[in-house]
């Protein structure tokens, strides 16, 4: 089954930092392009951060960047989102997803999500 | 940054009514755009994509068109099932990606 799974969210103070993971199986992560997507409660979808499969590009909402860094290990078949000087306004889910074909931003699976709340 | 108006704000449709929904980028953003479902506590589900191409295991009543800046998202005869918010996606000249504000369709 194609399954990516979240994890590392949760309680952190304003200044604070945090590092998501994405855990990925059921297809072959090396190859696909990754991306992180947010939800503030009750708001719309926000595109965060997306990877090249091999990690050689990445790209970055101006909301984070100089703030987020997007990384993984295609070894361990995992994503990471590390998140530093947070804000209130980052508080949201973070979904992690995976590229439909090729670096095209189509997101074909999603992971259930992370809780990340700043206060 | 290309901006994305999704309308109406809120669709308030019956079981095997035809629903339509709009998306309206700023710029042309040729047939770069997506669709995507997301149901009360769940990760959003790809619909359409590439403007008109279902993805893998969506039902054929949900159809895509458009081109350039206007595009529509349709679903032939709402199941029960239907029932949840919507979004379009826009890829062109990314970064950034862009979401539209949603579309909820609830029961009537």
């Known amino acids: 089954e194609v399954q990516l799974v979240e994890s590392g969210g949760g309680l952190v103070q304003p200044g604070g930092s945090l590092r998501l993971s994405c855990a990925a199986s059921g297809f072959t992560f090396s190859s696909c392009a990754m991306t992180w997507v947010r939800q503030a409660p009750g708001k719309g979808l926000e595109w965060v951060s997306s990877i090249s499969d091999d990690g050689g590009s990445s790209y970055y909402a101006e909301s984070v960047k100089g703030r987020f860094t997007i990384s993984r290990d295609n070894s361990r078949n995992t994503l990471y989102l590390q998140m530093n000087s947070l804000r209130v306004e980052d508080t949201a889910v973070y979904y992690c997803?995976?590229?439909?074909?090729?670096?095209?931003?189509?997101?074909?699976?999603w992971g259930r999500g992370t809780m990340v709340t700043v206060s | 940054e290309i901006v994305l108006t999704q309308s109406p704000a809120t669709l308030s449709l019956s079981p095997g009514e035809r629903a339509t929904l709009s998306c309206r980028a700023s710029q042309s953003v040729s047939r770069f755009l997506d669709w995507y479902q997301q149901k009360p506590g769940q990760a959003p589900r790809l619909l359409i994509y590439d403007a008109s191409n279902r993805a893998t295991g969506i039902p054929a009543r949900f159809s895509g068109s458009g081109s350039g800046t206007d595009f529509t998202l349709t679903i032939s005869s709402l199941e029960p099932e239907d029932f949840a918010v919507y979004y379009c996606?826009?890829?062109?000249?990314?970064?950034?990606?862009?979401f539209g504000q949603g579309t909820r369709l609830d029961i009537k």
């Open positions: 997803a995976k590229d439909l074909y090729g670096f095209r931003g189509v997101f074909d699976i």
């Open positions: 996606q826009q890829r062109s000249y990314w970064p950034p990606i862009t």
